[in-house]
């Protein structure tokens, strides 16, 4: 194909090119093929491949499948619906007493079943059919004697003659049947007490075989006939009977279950139920104890922030150097506003800041006082008055607490003594300085 384009190096290949251009196809054969044609029968034979009036599909694989999908559907569906019937039913049958909800017949009682087994296996079941129920002697299938083929047990088979009569056999009448049985005398012939007591034997277990498939519950006495299975019923009425007091208390919202009303009687403090009491008891005290580690850290942590804060304070207060304080108050007057400190009604802040402690004061604390660690102001210096009002210690407290941590320092934010007549001020800066303790 690739010859086609390409490009030819001579005249001759030029045509050549050319002439299998004519005669060739660039794309293969298949693309070229003609699209599938669909005819009208065909269409036809699709339109009718169900067939309406018969319900049937003309394909017979999928009219199999949809057959068999029916059919598991069905049994389904009937499976559903009886289910649907023993829940909003009986489970029972009221007459024979047998459960619906058995798919399959229940095995014989170990009662049946025990008194079954003494029984012959081979024995004839009594039955109401002739004993000679043919005129044949031989089977008329096999052609063989009654002797060698029969549906009995070989020792229950008819002794019969093995040797086979050609020629029509004649019905045989009653009278030449063998009698075991005498009607007139109303006994059998032979063994009359031991065919009795058998035929009374058999009746009976007969009957107790028939009562044990059909009867499970005695109606009248409203029992179980089979002991284990009326202890297991009476286990469970008991049981049910133990959670009977307990059942509306449960279907109660968890908020009334525990809700003090239930626990202890709130007007006697009768204990009513002790696991819900434990239970609330063992709550609260869990909460009592996370409450004292939050009491406890909270205390620790007030207890620092306090230590912090005098530590702060008293680091603030050495800081500052009383000399500040002193100097404050030596003019005489307020700067600012122009009081006089010698009135006695201009009020006076007491101090925050500790004079520098003396030898004397630093050395030892047991000592005698020290003279007066401040000497008298000089003449041109106005004296200090008292400034606080009379009586108003009495009614307010003015100033802050020094606070000097453990060295014992003494309240300076305290109420001042109030003085009724004029004092130098000065003396009182050296009361004030004669009793801040030393620094820590």
């Known amino acids: 194909m690739d010859k086609l384009f390409e490009e030819p190096q001579s005249w001759g290949e030029a045509i050549q090119q050319y002439s299998r251009a004519k005669t060739q196809r660039p794309r293969p054969d298949s693309e070229y093929a003609k699209p599938e044609r669909v005819t009208r029968y065909e269409k036809s034979r699709q339109e009718v491949e169900y067939h309406p009036i018969l319900q049937t599909f003309a394909d017979s694989s999928r009219q199999q499948h949809s057959v068999a999908r029916e059919e598991t559907s069905r049994v389904s569906q009937l499976n559903k ?6 829940r909003y039913e009986a489970p029972f049958d009221i007459l024979t007493f047998a459960d619906k909800r058995e798919p399959l017949p229940k095995p014989t009682p170990a009662e049946a079943q025990a008194m079954i087994a003494p029984f012959n296996p081979h024995a004839e079941q009594p039955t109401f059919r002739h004993p000679l129920d043919s005129c044949y002697q031989y089977n008329i299938v096999s052609n063989q004697p009654l002797n060698k083929h029969h549906y009995t047990a070989p020792e229950l088979r008819p002794n019969v003659s093995e040797e086979v009569n050609t020629t029509k056999p004649r019905l045989q009448h009653m009278a030449a049947l063998p009698r075991d049985f005498n009607i007139l005398s109303n006994r059998y012939v032979e063994k009359h007490d031991e065919k009795v007591k058998l035929e ?19 109606p009248l006495l409203g029992h179980y006939l089979q002991p284990d299975k009326e202890a297991a ?37 009768q204990v009513k139920n002790d696991g819900l009491y434990s239970k609330e008891v063992e709550k609260q005290m869990a909460k009592l104890g996370r409450d004292a580690q939050t009491w406890e850290r909270n205390e620790k942590m007030r207890n ?30 307020n700067i600012v506003d122009h009081r006089d400190y010698r009135d006695p009604q201009t009020y006076l802040p007491p101090p925050r800041t500790r004079p520098e402690p003396t030898l004397w004061q630093a ?39 020094g606070g000097f941590g453990s060295t014992g320092g003494r309240d300076f934010g305290a109420t001042m003594p109030a003085a009724a007549s004029s004092k130098a001020g000065i003396g009182m800066l050296a009361e004030y300085e004669s009793r801040a303790p030393a620094p820590a």
């Open 81 to 86: 619906a009886k289910d649907r019937q023993i």
């Open 200 to 218: 009374w034997e058999i009746q009976r277990r007969s009957a107790a075989v028939k009562y044990w498939e059909t009867h499970d519950f005695e």
């Open 233 to 269: 019923y009476q286990g469970a009425i008991d049981d049910e009977l133990s959670r009977q007091p307990m059942k509306s208390f449960n279907r109660l919202p968890p908020s009334l279950q525990k809700g003090e009303g239930f626990v202890y009687d709130i007007t006697t403090h």
């Open 304 to 333: 620092a922030g306090l230590e912090k804060q005098m530590l702060a304070d008293t680091r603030a207060i050495n800081r500052s150097s009383h000399t500040r304080y002193v100097d404050t108050f030596r003019h005489g007057f």
């Open 363 to 401: 050395v030892g604390p047991n000592r005698p006082p020290p003279p007066e660690p401040v000497p008298p102001p000089h003449a041109p210096v106005a004296p200090l008055l008292s400034t606080m009002p009379p009586g108003f210690a009495d009614s307010a407290k003015l100033g802050r607490t």
